[in-house]
């Protein structure tokens, strides 16, 4: 059965401070991977997705993940974290053909603090 | 530009009475629809999707129905709730055959 995990329900870092956000996923086909973002009183936004090709796929504000099969993982990073980043961080997958279906992880909650 | 909105923005319910939330999408035709539905602490999962008007994919049952009655509108019902069915309603959005959703604000929704 396909999932998604993130392990980590909540991370605190310093602003300026490197970030990695890790996700993990289970599916036997080809894997169609997101990263979405929910600000405070705002509806999730997309960051960035990966399909195939280069593992490292770059997003929005800064942000980039990498896939990498042998692991089942996509993680999300970001080399300097600025406050405006603290927000609840979504890794989705997309199973099977014509993005009809979509495994959320629990979402990890970011603190960026000053 | 394209909306989405979702209605109520929150409701409190008895056990056994039944429910109707709304999502309607305005300034794109013919979009991919879509519910979900998070528990307190739980991970989205997505309940229903819906490709045209009519037409409504199952994807999780939880005593609960789906339709798309308008190209904008998807609607969510039951006509008896439980308990289990409080949580966190997001409908979202997507071109045709897109990879990319547009949620709504979402619905709360306590049965008690």
């Known amino acids: 059965a396909q999932s998604v995990t993130q392990p980590d329900a909540r991370v605190t870092v310093s602003e300026g401070a490197s970030l990695q956000l890790r996700c993990k996923y289970s599916?036997?086909?080809?894997?169609?991977l997101f990263w979405y973002v929910q600000y405070p009183r705002q509806g999730l936004q997309l960051l960035l997705k990966?399909?195939?090709?280069?593992?490292v796929v770059q997003g929005v504000n800064g942000f980039e993940a990498e896939f990498s099969k042998s692991n089942s993982s996509f993680h999300l990073r970001k080399a300097s974290v600025h406050w405006s980043d603290s927000a609840v961080y979504f890794c989705v997958l997309s199973a099977g053909t014509g993005y009809q279906n979509f495994y959320f992880g629990k979402g990890t909650s970011l603190t960026v603090i000053p | 530009a394209q909306t989405i909105h979702q209605w109520p923005v929150a409701e409190i319910k008895a056990v056994g009475s039944p429910l109707s939330l709304g999502c309607t999408i305005k300034?794109?035709?013919?979009?991919?629809l879509y519910w979900y539905w998070q528990a307190t602490g739980g991970t989205l999962q997505q309940l229903f999707y819906?490709?045209?008007?009519?037409?409504v994919e199952s994807v999780v049952q939880l005593n609960l129905s789906a339709s798309r009655p308008k190209d904008d509108q998807f609607i969510l019902s039951t006509e008896k709730l439980l308990l289990s069915h409080s949580g966190f309603y997001l409908c979202?959005?997507?071109?045709?055959?897109?990879?990319?959703?547009?949620f709504g604000p979402g619905t709360r929704l306590l049965v008690l």
């Open positions: 599916y036997s086909g080809t894997p169609y």
């Open positions: 979202a959005w997507s071109l045709p055959g897109g990879d990319t959703q547009y």
């Open positions: 300034g794109k035709s013919s979009p991919n």
């Open positions: 990966y399909y195939s090709g280069d593992p």
């Open positions: 819906s490709i045209t008007v009519g037409q």
